[in-house]
């Protein structure tokens, strides 16, 4: 059964690196998101994007994340200056249609600030 | 403000037992309502999707109800099994034009052999 695929399943940074996420997507989706959740919280939306482009994001997603698809089956989710406040998990996820297509999520990825 | 509350908080039960989890929104327009299961450290997993018009809905033993008049769903699981340990979330999307889903904080369930 095809899945979304994420890597690396748990990293840690120090604060203030640089940190790129990588998601691949179910290969005949179009619609692509980025989901966090904090230890012991609910999920979060940050980001959607659709046709290579960023169409919706959340207040979360401010200037020091970003979004790319590079090579058409990557998508990634960079974070410039890790805050300690970034440690989370981080879902990846994507789905066939945007408005009432399932999402389908990835196994997530672990990221801690030290 | 756009919220998802889900009751009760923990759930703990003996296998073989049913349970029912609660999931109240104030999510306006509403678009559709998802259930998810997540494992622990795991990502969610689509258990069932229903629209406005959709009252109840089944996949396997696990029963989705949905009240759009109260805003009022519920999820009951018959015959629990050990492997039904997980959260269990619900999320309400918000009417075409958004991409957002609004998550509510799970219902943790532990099912005891």
């Known amino acids: 059964e095809p899945e979304v695929t994420q890597t690396p399943s748990h990293q840690v940074t120090q604060m203030g690196q640089e940190v790129i996420l990588r998601c691949v997507p179910i290969?005949?989706?179009?619609?692509f998101y980025w989901y966090r959740q904090i230890l012991g919280q609910k999920v979060e939306f940050l980001v959607s994007?659709?046709?290579?482009?960023?169409?919706?994001k959340s207040e979360i997603f401010d200037d020091q994340f970003s979004v790319e698809r590079p090579d058409g089956s990557n998508f990634t989710l960079k974070i410039r200056s890790t805050k300690l406040e970034d440690s989370a998990m981080y879902f990846c996820?994507?789905?066939?249609?945007?408005?009432?297509?399932?999402?389908?999520f990835g196994e997530g990825s672990r990221l801690t600030v030290l | 403000k756009n919220q998802v509350e889900q009751s009760p908080q923990s759930l703990i039960i003996l296998e073989g037992k049913n349970c029912t989890l609660q999931?109240?929104?104030?999510?306006?327009?509403?678009?559709?309502l998802r259930w998810y299961k997540q494992d622990t450290g795991r990502g969610p997993v689509s258990l069932t999707i229903?629209?406005?018009?959709?009252n109840t809905k089944s996949n396997g033993r696990y029963t989705a109800t949905l009240d759009a008049d109260t805003k009022q769903s519920s999820l009951h699981i018959t015959a629990s099994q050990l492997s039904d340990s997980a959260s269990y979330i619900c999320?309400?999307?918000?009417?075409?034009?958004?991409?957002?889903?609004?998550f509510g904080t799970g219902t943790r369930l532990k099912v005891l052999a």
């Open positions: 229903m629209t406005f018009s959709e």
């Open positions: 996820a994507s789905s066939i249609t945007g408005f009432s297509g399932e999402l389908f």
């Open positions: 999931c109240n929104y104030t999510v306006s327009p509403f678009s559709n």
């Open positions: 999320v309400v999307r918000i009417t075409s034009g958004t991409y957002k889903y609004i």
């Open positions: 290969s005949n989706h179009l619609y």
């Open positions: 994007f659709y046709n290579n482009e960023i169409s919706e």
